[in-house]
């Protein structure tokens, strides 16, 4: 499976934004999807995932509430909805793919997307 972000920019604080995940593969409808961030001298962290079928989803406690994550595939596309944006969302968003049920830790995902950025201005 490869992964492409994008639909990163910039954006005030308030505002919306919606990156996607555009997955090739045919096992793509068979993975769980996730999103992860890295913010500038920061860790990487768990932002929100979505199962196989899109019925059950998760999502970190910073985001939960304004984000929303969505997949459809028959696109191979994973969704990534940010509403009321903050300054401290800004951060490389990467999306990732794993077999089996939705988890938080980035070390069970094995297949990685480059990041695309998100900057949320003040």
């Known amino acids: 499976v490869q992964l492409q972000a994008s639909g990163g920019g910039l954006v005030q604080a308030g505002d919306s934004l919606r990156v996607s995940c555009a997955a090739s593969?045919?096992?793509?409808?068979?993975?769980?999807m996730g999103w992860f961030r890295q913010a500038p001298g920061k860790e990487r962290e768990f932002v929100a995932a979505?199962?196989?079928?899109?019925?059950?989803?998760d999502y970190a406690d910073s985001v939960k509430g304004r984000f929303t994550i969505s997949r459809d595939n028959a696109k191979n596309t994973v969704y990534l909805q940010m509403d009321r944006l903050k300054p401290e969302d800004t951060a490389a968003y990467s999306c990732a793919a794993k077999p089996g049920a939705i988890v938080t830790w980035e070390s069970s995902y094995i297949y990685w997307g480059q990041g695309t950025l998100v900057t949320v201005s003040s």
């Open positions: 593969g045919h096992t793509f409808t068979t993975y769980t």
């Open positions: 979505i199962s196989w079928s899109g019925s059950s989803t």
